[in-house]
C-alpha cells in the first residue's frame, strides 16, 4: 500500500494496467474511455432509501470507489480527491415520453459521458425509473474493477447482513497476478514470458478480418450504442444440447465464439484478411469466492481460426476445441502473465499498441471483443423488494473493431447484447447480423 500522506489509496495491479492501456487505446478515438455498465431490469421502483443507504455503506467500506485516477511518475495510482462527487443518480420517465426510448437514450448517454480520466468517478449507480419500466445501473470504468467485481458489487448492495458484508472486504494480499507469478522459479518465468510471446508471434502471421471495411474506419467515431437480443429458455436448452455435442461440457465459450465468427462471414464474405482472431478474458478468480471485489482479475487469451476453417462449420468447432486444449496443455493462459506484468511498465501508449496491433501487420488484431459473463446467479434474490426480471451488460469498445458481444445467461435464457461505435455499425446491421447468429446457434 502506497503512502497514504501523499494523498494516495491505491497502486494499480499488473490486470489493471492491461485493462487501463485500453482506456486510452478507446480515448484516443476521442470515446469517453473503458467504461461498462452492468444494468439490472426491475419489476417495480426499488425501496430508495435503503438503496442509498447501502451504496453509502458501500463507499465508506471502498473508499477507492470515490478515488481520481492519477499518473504520478510513471506510474497510476488511485488517489483522494479533494471534493467527493456525486456517485448515486436518479433519472424519473417524464410522463409524455415513450419509456422504452427514455430507457435506453438515458443508459447510451450515461455510457457515453466523456470526461478525463481525473474527473471520472470510478463507479456510479443510476436508477432510470417510470411507471411501466425500471432499470438499476452500475457503471464503472477499467480498471476499477472487471465484470465478475462488478457482479459482487451488487451482491454487496443487496446483502443486510453486517456479517455477511464483511466478507466482501477481507483482505487477499497480493494482486491474483502477483499470486500466480509467485509459483514460478525466475528462469520459469521466463519460459513462459517467451512461450506467450511466440504464441502472438504465430497468431500475427495471419491478418485479422475486421467487420467493418476500410472506408467506414476513416469515419470519426461518434458514440456507442447497444442492442439487446434474449433468447428462449426452449431456445437456450436447444443451444446448450447443441453446444455440448459441438465443443463438450466446458466449452460453451468456444461454441459462441465459433458462431459470431460464422455469423461475421455471413453478413460480409468480401471483407478482406485471413482468419478472425478475438481476445477474450481469462478469470483469475476461484469460483464463488467474495474478495477481492475490486481490481481487476483476469489475463487474456486469443482465438483464431482461418476464413477456410470458419466456413466448414464441423471443422471450425474441432479446431477451436483444438486450439482451447493445446491453451490449457501449453500453459499458455499462465503464459500471459508475464508479459501483463512487464507491460505494466511501458508507457500506455506503447502498451496500447502492443495489445492491439499486429507484430507482423500493423494491423488491429481483434476482428472483434467477446466475453462470456455466464450464468448470473442472483435470480433468487430480490432487489431492494422488487424482483429482477432481466439484465445485460455494456461496454465501450476501441475503433476498429468497433463491436463488442457480451453474453450471459440469467433465469434459464441466454441473452447477447451487441455493442457496438455508431456511425460504424448500427442497429439496422445488428438486427440483420443477430439473425445469422441465431441461424448458427440453432444449427444442429
Known amino acids: 500500500m502506497a503512502d497514504n500522506k501523499a494523498g494516495i489509496l491505491q497502486a494499480l495491479n499488473p490486470a489493471d494496467s492491461f485493462t487501463l492501456a485500453m482506456d486510452e ?11 461498462c455498465g452492468f444494468a439490472l431490469e426491475l419489476s417495480e421502483t426499488p425501496d430508495i432509501q435503503a438503496l442509498t443507504k447501502n451504496i453509502e455503506t458501500f463507499l465508506e467500506d471502498f473508499p477507492t470507489a470515490r478515488a481520481s485516477l492519477q ?6 495510482y488511485w488517489c483522494q480527491r479533494t471534493n467527493l462527487r456525486q456517485v448515486f443518480f436518479q433519472h424519473p420517465c417524464p410522463a409524455e415520453i415513450n419509456q422504452e426510448k ?9 455510457l457515453n459521458n466523456n470526461e478525463t480520466r481525473e474527473e471520472q468517478s470510478p463507479i456510479e449507480f443510476h436508477l432510470i425509473t417510470g411507471t411501466e419500466k425500471n432499470t438499476f445501473l452500475l457503471r464503472w470504468m477499467h480498471p476499477f474493477c ?7 458489487i451488487l451482491k454487496f448492495l443487496m446483502t443486510e447482513d453486517p456479517k455477511q458484508r464483511k466478507l466482501f472486504t477481507a483482505k487477499t494480499g497480493k494482486p491474483l497476478v502477483n499470486q500466480q507469478l509467485d509459483k514460478y522459479k525466475w528462469w520459469q518465468k521466463i519460459a513462459l514470458f517467451l512461450k506467450a510471446k511466440r504464441h502472438i508471434e504465430s497468431i500475427d502471421q495471419l491478418q485479422s478480418i475486421i467487420p467493418i471495411s476500410a472506408q467506414q474506419i476513416q469515419e470519426p467515431p461518434k458514440k456507442l450504442g447497444y442492442s439487446i ?5 426452449q431456445q437456450t436448452q436447444q443451444i446448450s444440447k447443441i453446444a455440448r455435442k459441438q465443443v463438450g461440457l466446458t466449452g460453451t465459450s468456444l461454441y459462441y465464439l465459433g458462431c459470431i465468427m460464422r455469423a461475421l462471414d455471413k453478413i460480409n464474405p468480401d471483407l478482406p484478411g485471413e482468419a478472425y482472431c478475438i481476445p477474450y478474458a481469462f ?11 475490486l481490481g481487476n482479475h483476469v489475463s487474456a487469451l486469443f482465438s483464431q481460426a482461418t476464413k477456410e476453417q470458419v466456413q466448414d462449420r464441423a471443422q471450425l468447432f474441432q479446431h477451436l476445441k483444438q486450439q482451447n486444449t493445446q491453451v490449457i496443455r501449453a500453459k499458455l493462459d499462465y503464459a500471459f502473465l508475464p508479459l501483463m506484468w512487464a507491460g505494466s511498465w511501458l508507457s500506455l501508449e506503447k502498451y496500447g499498441k502492443t495489445l492491439r496491433r499486429s507484430y507482423k501487420t500493423d494491423t488491429e488484431r481483434s476482428s472483434f471483443w467477446f466475453s462470456d459473463i455466464g450464468q448470473v446467479d442472483l435470480a433468487e434474490q430480490t432487489f431492494f423488494n422488487t424482483k429482477i426480471q432481466g439484465l445485460f451488460h455494456l461496454c465501450q469498445i476501441s475503433t476498429p473493431p468497433a463491436l463488442a458481444i457480451l453474453s450471459c445467461q440469467f ?3 441466454l441473452s447477447l447484447t451487441y455493442n457496438y461505435i455508431e456511425p460504424h455499425i448500427n442497429e439496422q446491421w445488428v438486427d440483420q447480423f443477430h439473425q445469422y447468429m441465431l441461424e448458427e446457434l440453432l444449427t444442429e
Not at 487505446?25 to 467504461?35: N, V
Not at 437480443?229 to 429458455?233: A, E, Y
Not at 478469470?283 to 471485489?293: A, E, F, G, S
Open 25 to 35: 487505446e478507446i480515448r484516443k478515438d476521442g470515446m469517453p474511455g473503458s467504461l
Open 71 to 76: 499518473q504520478r511518475g510513471k506510474h497510476f
Open 102 to 110: 427514455f430507457h435506453k437514450q438515458t443508459l447510451e448517454e450515461i
Open 146 to 152: 472487471d465484470a465478475r467485481g462488478a457482479e459482487l
Open 229 to 233: 437480443h434474449r433468447l428462449t429458455k
Open 283 to 293: 478469470n483469475l478468480r476461484k469460483n464463488k469466492v467474495l474478495t477481492p471485489v
Open 411 to 413: 433465469q434459464g435464457e
